[in-house]
Each structure stands twice: as C-alpha cells, then as structure tokens.
C-alpha cells in the first residue's frame, strides 16, 4: 500500500521549494544590477542586429525551457526556433544560416551534445550567446556572449533535479524577449498577427470589428416622445438607446435601467431628455475588445456606445464579447 504523505508535510515542502527559487530570482535580479548587465545589453544588441534569425538550442531540461524561450521570442516579433543538438548532429545544422544568431542553453556550459552547434558557429561566425552558470566552461570559452546565471541552490533537496536553475534561464529567456520587444515598439496589433486563435487572439481584435453599426444602431433624437424610444429599444435589443442632437452628436442614453427607474412617472407624457443620462459611458472604435470587456464589468453596464468625432457611430454589446471568446 502507498504511503500517503501528511498534508503539513506537503505544503511544508511547497513553501521550501518557493523560498530556494525566490532566493534564485534575487540572486539573478542582483546579477542583472552588477556584472550580467553589460552582457545582456550585448545580447540584445546582437540579436537586433542580426538579419535571420534567433536560433536557441539545449539538452534535457534546458532544451525544454530553450523551446519556450523560442516560441516566446517567434510570438513577439524576434523569428526564432529551437534545434535539438541531438538532430543538429544529424543534419540540422543546416538550418543555421549565417545571418541567424545562435542561443545555447547548458547550466553548467559543459553539454557534450553542445559541441556540433558550437564548432559550427565558430566555423561560419554565427554569433553565439551562452546561458550557463559555467563561467570557464567549454560553452562560456567559446562564445561570444556569455549571460552567466548565479550559482544557486535547486530547489530539489538532493541538489540534483533542475529547478531553481531552470526557472532562472526561463526568466533570462524572456528577459530578452520583452526587451527585444520594447527595443522594436512591438504593438498589440503585432502581437495578434501572431496570436490569431483563442481568448488572447479574440482579446486582441478592436472593438469597430465587432461593433453593430449603421442601420443596427438604437438611435433617437433630443426631444423624441419617450414611448418611441422605448419602441426603438425593444426592436434594437440592446438595452439601450443612444440619444443625438440634431447635429448626430451623442447627447446621453436610455438604458432599461433608466425606464426601471422612472415607472413611477407616466412614461407615455415623458421624452428622451427627462430621463436619459448624459454622460454615457464611451469608447473609441480602436479600443481592444479586452478592454471593453473590462470598462462593462467595472461598470456593471452590459453595452459600449462606440464614438467618433463625439457620434455615436455602433454599439458594443456584452454578448458580442462572449460570442469572440474574450470572456
């Protein structure tokens, strides 16, 4: 029969495990303030100037974290892709071109798989940036850029399973990938280029995308008979109608709320003006859908007039946001 560990005893080694790697990420924030500072600047200014592509490689579990340092770095405008030193050996060196940069990941510097991909950079001068803890290592020797990690405990208790060591080459991979994002004003609408699918792509599309606009659109007019506004809002669906000027500039809304408000007074003596509000909450026609579905909960409203040039010109509603998948 299996042993069941006791409860206290599990979060006890939780708590242990976060504290090793907390000291980890402090002694690598401590580096970054110190001696890898210039490095990493060096790291970035190769890589930004290089004209192909980032090329990251790694054995065991710095090949696991050198795989998501090239996915992050390819999803935020640096072209990149991971080479296992393994199919290197056979064959895929030739991916590497002479104008890629190469990334190699070794916490000690002294991967024997390593070796391919290094002798190959020096022979064409690929530049070659090392993530390594070894600073006289076989990898440190031979590159051009070394980013050399603190020495830190793992937070495995026999010092031997990668933790601490691999979350501090995760947090130095995507050091450079946010700072080669920055360095190029990467913009959101970049990112979604590259992130078309699921709640961060649907997240990402602006809400004139998406908007009701045209003959959709709820409208009255100042001093319109609030019977007909509420006949607009029942076609509409909404839950609101938009209230303009006679110049088409939005001058407040009508909201079921409003009507629920008001039923005390007879509604069918009443216009628009005696009961719309006047400062309706408004958003521009490149605002992201995920900040418009973050402006309707922190309101508590279920609807956007979208304006332009202060008109309305659609009309955002909280199930339109659901249908994209961006809640």
Request: glycine share 10%.
């Amino acid at each position: 029969m299996k042993k069941v560990p006791e409860r206290s005893a599990s979060i006890a080694s939780a708590l242990r495990t976060v504290a090793t790697e907390q000291a980890g990420m402090a002694a690598l924030a401590a580096a970054l303030d110190n001696g890898l500072s210039d490095a990493f600047a060096q790291a970035i200014e190769l890589i930004s100037a290089i004209g192909g592509r980032v090329i990251v490689t790694g054995v065991g579990k710095s090949g696991h974290i050198g795989a998501k340092i090239a996915a992050t770095l390819a999803s935020t405008g640096t072209p990149a892709f991971f080479v296992h030193p393994a199919e290197a050996n056979h064959g895929d060196l030739g991916m590497i071109a002479k104008n890629d940069a190469i990334v190699a990941m070794s916490w000690s510097g002294e991967s024997a798989e390593l070796k391919s991909i290094v002798a190959y950079s020096r022979r064409f001068s690929i530049p070659l940036i090392a993530i390594t803890s070894g600073d006289t290592s076989a990898l440190a020797r031979e590159a051009d850029v070394v980013l050399l990690l603190p020495r830190v405990p793992e937070a495995c208790p026999n010092g031997l399973a990668p933790t601490t060591s691999t979350l501090l080459q995760l947090v130095i991979g995507d050091a450079l990938a946010v700072a080669l994002l920055e360095a190029r004003e990467f913009t959101p609408d970049q990112f979604r280029i590259f992130h078309p699918g699921g709640q961060l792509g649907a997240g990402l599309m602006k809400v004139k995308e998406i908007m009701h606009q045209g003959e959709s659109l709820p409208l009255a007019t100042v001093g319109d008979a609030l019977r007909d506004a509420i006949v607009t809002l029942s076609r509409k669906r909404f839950g609101c109608v938009c209230i303009v000027d006679g110049e088409g500039r939005l001058a407040g809304i009508i909201t079921d709320g409003d009507l629920a408000r008001n039923l005390d007074k007879n509604l069918g003596a009443l216009t628009v003006d005696d009961i719309m509000t006047r400062t309706p909450k408004t958003i521009d026609p490149d605002t992201l859908a995920g900040e418009a579905i973050a402006i309707l909960d922190e309101k508590r409203i279920s609807a956007l007039v979208v304006v332009e040039n202060d008109r309305p010109v659609g009309i955002v509603h909280f199930h339109d946001l659901l249908k994209i998948g961006v809640a």
